[in-house]
């Protein structure tokens, strides 16, 4: 299949100064790639560059089979949205507030996240951290996104409430065919719902594979992660 978004021999970083090298990852509708790493590795770098954010120093950047510009809103726009890591929900406004400031599909967001229905008019300041999370993707899903890179999918987020996310993330994929690309701590509950997953250690893939293998290898995840690989 024609990935919808694909990173070629990639070098980026800052100031210069390479944090991810020679890097290779694709994303193919309805897939979900989970980027595995330990703190450093150039996991939101690699997500950066993904958006446009970040031009790469070497190397090409393809969404939706042209390359990639330097632009976040227009990228947006042409269906590859990113959820950063600081969530990016108004915390003074309700949940529906929210969702407003992001016109489009709502009804196929709320499908994905029936908790939020009633939670409509709470304020988000008030929401528990899962739910905030299921609301910043919810959000994006409103831009009806080809593309979803999701950071830290589970940062600050007890093991119930990121368990309660993967679901919806599946389904996403799978209902809406959105390709995902996301970077998940929890490498167990992340090979549970990825397509494929892809190990960074120092800004290098050091391990990449179809997610069901790498679960039942999980030495060789470990060993690439911790970097003895
Ligand atoms: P973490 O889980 O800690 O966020 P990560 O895998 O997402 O780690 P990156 O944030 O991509 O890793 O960082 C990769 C490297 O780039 C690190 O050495 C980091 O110090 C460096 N780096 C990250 N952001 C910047 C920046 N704005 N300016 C300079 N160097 C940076």
């Known amino acids: 299949m024609t990935a919808l978004l694909s990173l070629t021999a990639?070098?980026?970083g800052y100031a210069g100064i390479p944090a991810v090298r020679d890097l290779d990852l694709s994303v193919a509708p309805g897939e979900i790639v989970a980027m595995l790493g330990p703190n450093g590795a150039g996991k939101t770098t690699t997500l950066l560059t993904a958006a446009g954010v970040i031009t790469p120093m070497a190397g090409a950047v393809t969404a939706f089979g042209r390359p990639l510009r330097?632009?976040?809103?227009?990228?947006?726009?042409?269906g590859l949205v990113l959820?950063?890591?600081t969530r990016g929900v108004f915390h003074t406004l309700s949940v529906r507030e929210n969702l407003a400031l992001a016109r489009g599909g709502l009804d196929e967001a709320l499908d994905l996240f029936p908790a939020l229905n009633d939670l409509m008019s709470r304020r988000c300041g008030q929401l528990s951290g899962g739910e905030?999370?299921?609301?910043a993707i919810a959000k994006a899903l409103v831009?009806?996104?080809?593309?979803?890179?999701?950071?830290?999918m589970s940062m600050g987020l007890a093991p119930v409430a990121v368990q309660a996310l993967l679901p919806s993330i599946r389904a996403l994929a799978d209902r809406l065919g959105v390709g995902v690309l996301v970077v998940e701590q929890h490498i167990d509950l992340a090979l549970s719902i990825a397509d494929r997953a892809v190990v960074l250690h120092h800004g290098r893939v050091v391990l990449t594979g179809k997610a069901a293998d790498l679960r039942a290898d999980r030495h060789a995840v470990?060993?690439?992660?911790?970097?003895?690989?």
């Open 222 to 229: 470990a060993d690439a992660y911790f970097g003895a690989g």
């Open 143 to 152: 831009l009806r996104p080809r593309v979803l890179l999701i950071d830290e």
């Open 70 to 78: 330097n632009r976040l809103e227009q990228n947006a726009r042409a």
């Open 132 to 135: 905030q999370q299921m609301l």
């Open 10 to 12: 990639v070098t980026a």
């Open 83 to 85: 959820v950063p890591d």
